[in-house]
């Protein structure tokens, strides 16, 4: 699987924006980017995934750029409760093989 | 809620011994998938089922076992338990396991701990 890499932890301020970065420069045509997040003490959390295009949902945005060699996550107004790891990863592979491999994600703190 | 549950929500045993977790997928989803979290090596992969069948390997030991049931639920058999099995293990299902941009649904975890 192609790699992904992302800051350890990032630091923000209660109802400001957040951009969180991911590199994956070995990315193949055919990976998609996918964002999950761990809240403390819980499972991951999927927030968004995309291939080509920018993306929006109601977690977040997602922000490709145009060769695709990189990512970055926007939450629009980070609250406490987004405390958490959040994990960028690449899907593809083989036919038979679907599972998340998972990095060490960034760490993000939210300050009130 | 993600729709995945897993039981128990806490194990406590011994070196040696042998344990069994158990998931039941989102109502409808097909794929089973479970990951370990431990302090050093973090959340990894370990096994596929897709309808039935194993799928998928990754990062799991010849002491560790799956199966899903007719009825789409899967059991973790743990064996020969040791210190370094303490973890938090995850299970996630999905829709449809073959497809690149399908999300996976985690549950809660049950967290082992071995002594």
């Known amino acids: 699987d192609a790699k992904t890499t992302q800051p350890n932890s990032m630091e923000s301020n209660e109802e400001e924006p957040v951009h969180l970065p991911c590199n994956h420069s070995?990315?193949?045509?055919?990976?998609?980017i996918h964002w999950y997040r761990q809240l403390p003490s819980q499972g991951p959390e999927y927030v968004i995934h995309?291939?080509?295009s920018n993306v929006n949902n109601r977690m977040a945005s997602l922000a490709i750029a145009e060769d695709r060699k990189s990512s970055t996550l926007i939450l629009h107004r980070a609250t406490l409760r987004d405390a958490a790891v959040y994990y960028c990863?690449?899907?593809?592979?083989?036919?038979?093989?679907?599972?998340?491999?998972f990095g060490s994600g960034t760490r993000l703190q939210v300050q009130p | 809620d993600s729709g995945v549950t897993q039981t128990p929500k806490h194990l406590i045993t011994a070196t040696g011994q042998r344990v069994t977790l158990r998931c039941s997928p989102r109502s409808g989803d097909l794929s089973v998938y479970w990951y370990q979290q431990s302090l050093d090596q973090g959340l990894q992969f370990l096994i596929q089922?897709?309808?039935?069948?194993?799928?998928a390997k990754g990062n799991i030991l010849e002491r560790f076992s799956a199966q899903q049931f007719p009825d789409l639920h899967s059991e973790l058999n743990l064996s020969s338990l040791e210190l370094g099995d303490s973890a938090l293990y995850f299970c996630?299902?999905?829709?449809?396991?073959?497809?690149?941009?399908?999300?996976?649904?985690f549950g809660p975890g049950t967290r082992l701990t071995v002594l």
């Open positions: 996630a299902s999905s829709v449809q396991g073959l497809a690149r941009n399908n999300e996976q649904f």
């Open positions: 995309g291939l080509t």
């Open positions: 990863i690449l899907r593809g592979g083989d036919t038979g093989r679907r599972a998340l491999t």
């Open positions: 070995t990315i193949s045509g055919t990976d998609y």
């Open positions: 089922y897709y309808n039935g069948e194993e799928r």
